[in-house]
């Protein structure tokens, strides 16, 4: 079954993809069949796709669904009831002792730059010119329950990540991906031609012909990558990644510069949220001088290694092992409704989420301090704002100094202050307040102190400014 969403600017794509799964064909122990949306309204069908040796024409006809599919010669790709009617009637009309299903599109991985309509960077798969939609990841998750399959292949860039597989092996005994950009081209489908030759090979052993035919296809240049993934060995991964997150979150505050520098150093892809889940274990174990930490990322590599059967990549992906998980460097770059348990089940049933947070509170600057300008005379009041750039409300005494070279000049107290997140509160340091009643030419550095968040900054006082 190949889902293919080509309503949008790959059609041509779609139509090369279709020519090269006529070299293999549907036979009497193997069907392969397309549901084609393209960017005209009114252009979808589904195709039982035969053998010929035309590479430039496609051969294969629709065939009719009664309505069962495509209701009124037009689908919605981006809707999650017809990648669950398409699949029904696939099942009912083809039985099979084995099934693969590919969704075949654009992607984005769980989280995208922008929200619905008219935007390729989303948050999911499958977008729908016509319709302005696409298949979030909780979609995808809706459509498919109840199905069970051998294999589920994503031809769109970044979707293979943990949590995208994680929520996959409810439905499939493998799942096969990019955690990369994928070119137009998309997967090489001749590869089919390994299905119909040999009926009976098992889908672990398909989902590596897979992934050794888009390593051959692209070759070593350039960022690409590919890589099958074993369901059945997610549940040992993700509990060596909580048992790790476990021991990090503890001493968040001892072990959060190692995990900032191994995560400098982590291979990231076209979403730089998006990193490398061997990698970064393998760097912090590099980082980190603790033990247990040393013990924890050991284990999360070797079941990577367990758990990804199959994985190529190309020269610049060179740090690339199969599988990648969401992990923003800075706080501002997170996005809150990953941490929903509504959204992802890998939020809700792993610690990765909490120990992201517990990073971000441990490392992200909370404050922020800024001076209206650089330099000020010295009888001018000196105007700063003290900025919340953390996520969360944060309050207490706000602690106030200024000091010209080394030796405080002056200080203040102010009680119970409350500044809630991307807020800022603004002052002013009257000359008079000083111990002279103006401020002596000099640099001065200015310092806030708010509930245990520091921030300070610099100015310049001058008898006269230019």
């Given at each position: 079954?190949v889902?293919?969403n080509?309503d949008n600017n790959?059609?041509?794509a779609a139509?090369?993809?279709?020519n090269?799964?006529?070299t293999?064909?549907?036979?009497s122990?193997v069907?392969?069949i397309?549901?084609l949306?393209g960017?005209?309204?009114?252009d979808s069908?589904i195709l039982r796709?035969?053998n010929?040796?035309?590479?430039?024409t496609i051969?294969s006809?629709?065939?009719?669904?009664?309505?069962?599919?495509i209701?009124?010669?037009?689908?919605?790709?981006?809707?999650p009831?017809?990648l669950?009617r398409f699949?029904?009637?696939?099942k009912n009309?083809?039985p099979?002792?084995?099934e693969?299903?590919?969704i075949?599109?654009h992607?984005?991985?769980?989280?995208g730059?922008?929200g619905?309509?008219f935007?390729?960077?989303f948050k999911?798969?499958s977008?729908?010119?016509?319709d302005?939609?696409?298949?979030?990841?909780?979609?995808?998750k809706d459509?498919?329950?109840?199905?069970?399959l051998d294999?589920?292949?994503?031809?769109?860039?970044?979707?293979?990540?943990i949590?995208?597989?994680?929520?996959?092996?409810?439905y499939?005994?493998?799942?096969v991906?990019s955690?990369e950009?994928?070119p137009?081209?998309?997967w090489?489908?001749?590869v089919l031609?390994?299905?119909?030759?040999?009926p009976?090979?098992?889908?672990e052993?398909?989902?590596?012909?897979i992934?050794?035919?888009y390593g051959?296809?692209?070759g070593?240049?350039?960022s690409s990558?590919q890589s099958?993934?074993?369901?059945?060995?997610?549940?040992?991964l993700?509990?060596a990644?909580?048992?790790?997150?476990?021991?990090?979150?503890?001493?968040?505050?001892?072990?959060s510069?190692?995990?900032?520098s191994?995560?400098?150093?982590t291979?990231?892809?076209d979403n730089?949220?998006?990193?490398?889940l061997y990698d970064?274990a393998?760097?912090?174990?590099e980082?980190?001088g603790d033990?247990?930490?040393k013990q924890?990322?050991?284990?999360?590599?070797?079941?990577?290694?367990?758990?990804v059967?199959?994985?190529?990549?190309?020269r610049?992906?060179?740090d690339?092992?199969?599988?990648s998980?969401?992990?923003?460097e800075?706080i501002w770059n997170?996005r809150a409704y990953?941490?929903?348990?509504?959204?992802?089940d890998f939020?809700?049933d792993?610690l990765?989420?909490?120990?992201l947070?517990?990073y971000?509170e441990?490392?992200?600057?909370?404050?922020e301090?800024?001076?209206?300008?650089e330099?000020y005379?010295?009888?001018e009041?000196v105007?700063?704002?003290?900025?919340?750039?953390?996520?969360?409300?944060?309050?207490?005494?706000?602690?106030l100094?200024?000091?010209?070279e080394?030796q405080k000049i002056?200080e203040?107290?102010?009680k119970d202050v409350?500044l809630?997140p991307s807020?800022?509160?603004?002052?002013?340091w009257?000359?008079?307040s000083m111990?002279?009643?103006q401020f002596?030419p000099g640099?001065?550095?200015?310092?806030?102190?708010?509930?245990?968040?520091?921030a300070?900054?610099?100015?310049?006082?001058k008898?006269k400014?230019?």
């Amino acid at each position: 079954m190949v889902f293919l969403n080509a309503d949008n600017n790959l059609y041509e794509a779609a139509l090369w993809d279709i020519n090269e799964m006529e070299t293999a064909g549907s036979t009497s122990d193997v069907n392969i069949i397309v549901l084609l949306d393209g960017p005209e309204n009114g252009d979808s069908s589904i195709l039982r796709v035969v053998n010929d040796d035309d590479e430039e024409t496609i051969h294969s006809f629709p065939v009719d669904d009664r309505g069962k599919v495509i209701k009124g010669y037009e689908v919605n790709m981006g809707d999650p009831s017809t990648l669950k009617r398409f699949v029904k009637w696939v099942k009912n009309e083809y039985p099979a002792s084995r099934e693969v299903l590919v969704i075949w599109d654009h992607g984005s991985g769980v989280t995208g730059y922008g929200g619905k309509g008219f935007d390729l960077l989303f948050k999911g798969v499958s977008y729908d010119g016509t319709d302005g939609d696409y298949l979030t990841i909780p979609e995808i998750k809706d459509a498919l329950k109840k199905t069970k399959l051998d294999i589920i292949g994503f031809d769109a860039c970044l979707m293979q990540m943990i949590e995208i597989s994680w929520l996959a092996r409810n439905y499939a005994d493998f799942t096969v991906g990019s955690e990369e950009l994928v070119p137009n081209e998309g997967w090489d489908y001749q590869v089919l031609n390994k299905l119909t030759e040999n009926p009976d090979i098992s889908p672990e052993e398909f989902s590596k012909e897979i992934v050794r035919a888009y390593g051959e296809y692209y070759g070593k240049g350039g960022s690409s990558t590919q890589s099958a993934i074993d369901s059945k060995k997610l549940e040992p991964l993700v509990s060596a990644i909580d048992s790790l997150a476990n021991i990090l979150i503890k001493n968040i505050e001892r072990f959060s510069e190692d995990i900032e520098s191994a995560r400098s150093l982590t291979h990231c892809y076209d979403n730089p949220y998006y990193i490398d889940l061997y990698d970064f274990a393998k760097n912090l174990e590099e980082e980190t001088g603790d033990g247990k930490v040393k013990q924890g990322a050991r284990e999360v590599m070797r079941l990577v290694s367990e758990t990804v059967v199959a994985e190529v990549h190309a020269r610049d992906s060179k740090d690339s092992y199969g599988l990648s998980i969401y992990f923003p460097e800075q706080i501002w770059n997170f996005r809150a409704y990953y941490a929903s348990a509504d959204f992802l089940d890998f939020v809700s049933d792993s610690l990765w989420d909490e120990f992201l947070m517990a990073y971000y509170e441990a490392s992200s600057k909370q404050i922020e301090l800024k001076t209206s300008k650089e330099v000020y005379k010295v009888n001018e009041p000196v105007k700063f704002k003290i900025s919340n750039v953390g996520y969360k409300e944060i309050g207490g005494d706000l602690s106030l100094k200024i000091t010209l070279e080394s030796q405080k000049i002056h200080e203040s107290m102010i009680k119970d202050v409350k500044l809630q997140p991307s807020k800022s509160l603004y002052y002013s340091w009257r000359p008079e307040s000083m111990p002279e009643g103006q401020f002596r030419p000099g640099d001065y550095t200015l310092s806030a102190d708010l509930g245990g968040h520091t921030a300070s900054t610099t100015f310049t006082i001058k008898e006269k400014t230019v």
